[in-house]
């Protein structure tokens, strides 16, 4: 079955850095576009970062232009989020995701989230 493993969040102080890993399996990897959302206490699940299959094309959140960077490998089935210039309003928990359609239906599937705080 289609498995989302998060990894690399935590405390950071503002200014800094952090790299967001996320391992997929149960899919065919490259055949799907793969994005890093967010959320925060109250708060819906917002849009942080796309990427296509081929790593070719991607999109940001205005809030995270310039700052973050989402990319892939797929020979490893992983997609990465590195973040720059962290604030304290980049605080949350992040999720990877991707959408499959099953023939009749898009699904949304989610990794379980890594937090990050952002804070001095």
């Known amino acids: 079955q289609v498995q989302l493993v998060e990894s690399g969040g935590g405390l950071v102080q503002p200014g800094g850095s952090l790299r967001l890993s996320c391992a997929a399996s149960?899919?065919?990897?490259?055949?799907?576009?793969m994005s890093w959302y967010r959320q925060t206490s109250g708060k819906e699940r917002g849009l942080v970062a796309t990427?296509?299959?081929?790593?070719?094309?991607?999109i940001y959140a205005n809030s995270v232009k310039g700052r973050f960077t989402i990319s892939r490998d797929n020979a490893k089935n992983t997609v990465y989020l590195q973040m720059n210039s962290l604030k304290p309003e980049d605080t949350a928990v992040y999720y990877c995701?991707?959408?499959?359609?099953?023939?009749?239906?898009?699904?949304?599937?989610w990794g379980q989230g890594t937090p990050i705080t952002v804070s001095s």
């Open positions: 995701s991707t959408k499959m359609f099953d023939g009749l239906r898009w699904i949304d599937y």
């Open positions: 990427i296509t299959g081929d790593g070719g094309s991607t």
């Open positions: 149960g899919f065919t990897f490259r055949a799907n576009a």
